[in-house]
């Protein structure tokens, strides 16, 4: 009898650790699977982030274009309306001086012309590529004018970009020329 207690024991000591190895490559199998789906989720959420950041970087690209474009369609308006100004902007007329109303004009109107164009290179790396060689020639163009030099020199702290002529750089270093 004592015989076959201790083989009663053994036996149930043996199906206990069997049953403890099953649960333990159960509790391993299982650990090993949420490794796996962790692993899944976690390049899924990347693969999500990326092409969500590169949505976004389309977005803020195509808004700054549309404010960009709004407010040159501004400095157009108020050329519309101040026609005599265009000359000074766009040609060849000399700086008037800004204590008559037409000078005081065209002051206000390349001061706010300076600045969209500032505004625009200062956000020149969201511009679509196909579009900021030109703008940056626009750019070059616009503050080589005689009365825009003038006002430039006039007020070289306000412009620093222009006054030192880095559009023409820009411009030389896009078109490699």
């Given at each position: 009898?004592?015989?076959s207690t201790i083989n009663i024991i053994q036996t149930a000591d043996s199906a206990a650790a069997t049953a403890a190895e099953e649960t333990s490559k159960a509790w391993q199998t299982a650990a090993a699977i949420a490794q796996v789906s962790c692993v899944i989720l976690?390049?899924?959420t990347i693969g999500f982030l990326i092409w969500q950041s590169r949505a976004l970087s389309r977005s803020m690209k195509s808004q700054s274009y549309q404010a960009i474009?709004?407010?040159?369609?501004?400095?157009?308006?108020?050329?519309?309306?101040?026609?005599?100004?265009r000359?000074?902007?766009?040609?060849?007329?000399?700086l008037p001086k800004p204590t008559t109303e037409e000078g005081a004009k065209v002051h206000a109107i390349i001061d706010i012309a300076m600045n969209v164009i500032d505004n625009t290179?200062?956000?020149?790396?969201?511009?679509?590529?196909?579009?900021?060689?030109?703008?940056?020639?626009?750019?070059?163009?616009?503050?080589?004018?005689p009365a825009v030099r003038e006002f430039l020199k006039l007020h070289p702290d306000w412009y620093p970009i222009a006054h030192r002529g880095e559009y023409r750089r820009e411009y030389k270093r896009l078109t490699k020329g």
């Open positions: 009898m004592f015989h976690t390049l899924i474009v709004a407010m040159q369609v501004g400095v157009d308006k108020l050329l519309i309306e101040n026609h005599f100004a000359p000074y902007l766009y040609g060849d007329k000399k290179y200062q956000q020149r790396d969201l511009l679509p590529k196909d579009m900021l060689e030109s703008w940056i020639y626009f750019a070059m163009e616009t503050s080589e004018r």
